[in-house]
């Protein structure tokens, strides 16, 4: 790639110093390190975070497409709240032992979508440390939740992003919790999208509890497999690993919600941490007064 | 273009105060060679002193030589008596494999602050300081972010005696920039290097007819040019560019890909538990598989290369060009297998070549015939 370099501005006005002393770059700096990004050559099929074009279309096109199509009849709602250009944090509800749910919004966006971008899906760290997911979990789509790879997805790349601010503690809850949106971490996604001045999608998965319900959590096998956790469900452990893919084919209904702007916020509002919690709790209100109501629509798990 | 890009091109384009007088530490390793050799193509650059306690392995014309250890008071010495404004310090031990632990020890981390106490005195000449550093200062650990920029920290303390030199050696770097406003102090992270010329352990491991992965796990590598690490180093030399950067090529691969690259078979036979168990008994078979690749075979690393692209240093080769270039090397290896001359270095001759008063000194001349043959 011949870089663009249009501008010298701000070479010595930020000097390295700590991170988080450093205001916000100038305008004219921030897109002159975009145009730095390293293009992708076009003879890869693997990208700079290590997602596979193959795998994913391999994926994509069979299993994937099964449990979107048949299997959970996926249907969806708001689709068009999906910037098509920018940035973008979607932000959703989460539940599964191994959960059905990124993958059917990734599917969402693919299909439905008229200008369809590939989504990355947040993951934990944990998976980068156990062989087999090592492998996989990247070239699917899927990259480490650290705060350096959001701000550089969304910021530089301007890229969409999924991340679950419930993580382990949405995926851990039993059926008799379902729909029960937990505690939305310390609000460092608003953080992350304020900072890359993304918008933020409020995203809501209806049907994912009852396709993988955890019944209960074994806490001594998660300690002797070294897993994140070791639910018991309808199918695992009792078929083995692929068990976890044992989903009940209950319907699936994804409602995307209205953005929320982050860039109209004032000059620093990731610094104001009262803020930044407003909002985490605006978004987890909006998606839990949501769930309520399509869970309230539904008149069979099953059939919607 | 408007008036404010026009204000910033002349700024940085403008060439830096002044190098005229270089002095490269560890001459005679291969990037110290190499460096001189690219130095001494520029004829703004008046005097080019090499400092090494091993012979010169690579062919100078104009570079004076001088066999003496990392005693700051000797290097001090020369940096007074030849009015050295540049030194260029590219010592530094990156592969646990080559050198005894101790001695890497003593190079990485005594012999930076010997140079670093020898720059550093009251009225001394220097102005600028250029450090040859290594990405192993990040580490490699199941938490990083995807790309290294400069400004992070590494989350874990070092694991691994290099790595714990590297961050000791950049720390005294870090205060002797505080300590010293009237210099320009810059530090260079280099990835793994890949080159036609340089046996690192990844060379060596992809030298292998099978390629080893640790099962379950395919990292991702990237990689920078030989030659790219000289101009990077050249870069630093001739531009006035404070601070830390990145050096690292554009494009980070999975090792699969590399390995696809390279036309060679993965062999995924390293256990995903306990690597770092197993690899001292390989070592001792003669696998080349240093403690500081261990984390890299499992985790990888990629590095934010956009800093120093900023300030206008163009990369020869991404990282799938480095490593279809070396697939290259590998191939035609057994070819050429001795046919390239090594060089020897005699003082003697190298001496009468340079102090000779019956040696003709022309410019002409000397790119002619090269002296020192």
């Known amino acids: ?304 | 273009m408007s008036e404010h890009d026009a204000a910033g091109e002349t700024m940085t384009r403008q060439p830096a105060h002044t190098t005229k007088r270089v002095l490269v530490t560890g001459l005679s390793t291969y990037w110290g060679g190499r460096l001189a050799q690219a130095l001494e193509s520029h004829p703004e650059i008046e005097t080019i002193i090499g400092v090494d306690n091993r012979d010169p392995t690579r062919e100078l014309t104009r570079t004076e030589f001088v066999k003496v250890s990392n005693q700051h008071s000797l290097i001090q010495r020369i940096v007074t008596a030849a009015e050295i404004d540049t030194v260029i310090d590219s010592r530094l031990v990156v592969d646990s494999m080559t050198t005894a632990p101790r001695l890497a020890h003593e190079n990485n981390v005594i012999g930076t602050m010997n140079i670093l106490a020898a720059c550093a005195t009251g009225g001394s000449p220097v102005r600028k300081y250029v450090f040859k550093s290594s990405a192993h200062y990040y580490g490699c650990e199941q938490d990083d972010p995807a790309f290294f920029t400069e400004d992070m920290r590494r989350p874990h303390s070092p694991g691994t005696a290099i790595e714990r030199d590297i961050v000791e050696a950049e720390a005294a770097v870090d205060e002797f920039a505080d300590r010293s406003s009237n210099v320009t102090a810059t530090v260079l992270r280099f990835t793994n290097v890949l080159g036609p010329h340089l046996a690192t352990s990844h060379a060596r491991m992809f030298g292998l007819p099978l390629v080893p992965m640790v099962l379950g796990f395919d990292p991702r590598c990237q990689f920078v040019h030989e030659d790219d690490v000289v101009h990077a180093l050249e870069h630093a030399a001739l531009h006035d560019i404070p601070g830390t950067y990145n050096v690292a090529a554009d494009g980070v691969l999975a090792l699969s890909e590399v390995i696809g690259l390279l036309g060679k078979r993965p062999l995924p036979v390293l256990p995903p538990w306990g690597t770092g168990a197993i690899a001292a008994p390989l070592r001792r078979l003669g696998a080349r598989f240093p403690d500081e690749m261990v984390n890299q075979l499992r985790f990888g690393r990629g590095l934010d290369n956009r800093k120093l692209k900023a300030t206008y240093f163009a990369y020869g080769y991404t990282s799938r060009e480095t490593v279809q270039k070396f697939g290259e090397h590998l191939r035609l290896h057994p070819v050429l297998r001795g046919s390239e001359g090594s060089y020897t270095y005699e003082k003697e001759v190298e001496e009468f070549l340079r102090w000779s008063p019956h040696v003709q000194r022309d410019d002409e001349r000397a790119s002619e015939e090269p002296f020192g043959i």
Not at chain 1, 38 to 64: H, M, Y
Not at chain 1, 82 to 104: F, I, K, Q
Not at chain 1, 259 to 288: C, F, H, N, W, Y
Request: aromatic content about 8%; glycine content about 8%.
């Open chain 1, 1 to 304: 790639m011949t870089p663009d370099r249009t501008s010298l501005s701000g070479r010595d006005d930020a000097p390295a110093t700590d991170a988080d002393e450093r205001p916000l770059p100038a305008r004219r700096e921030v897109e002159r390190m975009r145009d730095l990004l390293p293009a992708i050559e076009p003879e890869r099929r693997v990208d700079d975070w290590g997602r596979s074009e193959r795998v994913e279309g391999v994926f994509d096109a069979t299993l994937i497409e099964f449990f979107y199509r048949y299997w959970f009849r996926c249907e969806v709602e708001g689709i068009e709240h999906v910037p098509s250009d920018g940035g973008a944090l979607l932000v959703s509800n989460h539940s599964g032992a191994l959960p059905p749910d990124a993958a059917m919004i990734a599917k969402a966006i693919r299909d439905e979508h008229p200008q369809p971008r590939p989504l990355n899906i947040t993951v934990e760290h944990f998976f980068k440390g156990y062989p087999g997911f090592s492998m996989l979990i990247p070239k699917i789509g899927c990259v480490a939740a650290h705060p350096a790879n959001v701000h550089r997805l969304l910021f530089d790349e301007r890229q969409l992003v999924l991340v679950f601010p419930e993580g382990r503690k949405g995926t851990e809850k039993l059926y008799k919790e379902r729909y029960r949106l937990r505690r939305f971490g310390r609000g460092g996604f608003v953080e992350a999208a304020m900072r890359a001045e993304a918008k933020l999608v409020p995203v809501c998965v209806v049907g994912a509890e009852e396709a993988a319900p955890v019944f209960a959590q074994a806490k001594l096998l998660q300690r002797m497999t070294g897993l994140l956790y070791f639910p018991i469900t309808p199918t695992f452990p009792l078929l083995g690993p692929l068990g976890m893919l044992g989903y009940l084919p209950a319907k699936f209904k994804l409602r995307f919600l209205e953005p929320i702007d982050t860039v109209g916020m004032g000059s620093d509002p990731a610094s104001d941490k009262g803020l930044v919690q407003t909002v985490a709790q605006e978004i987890r209100a909006r998606i839990q007064e949501n769930l309520h109501e399509m869970v309230g629509e539904r008149k069979s798990v099953w059939f919607g």
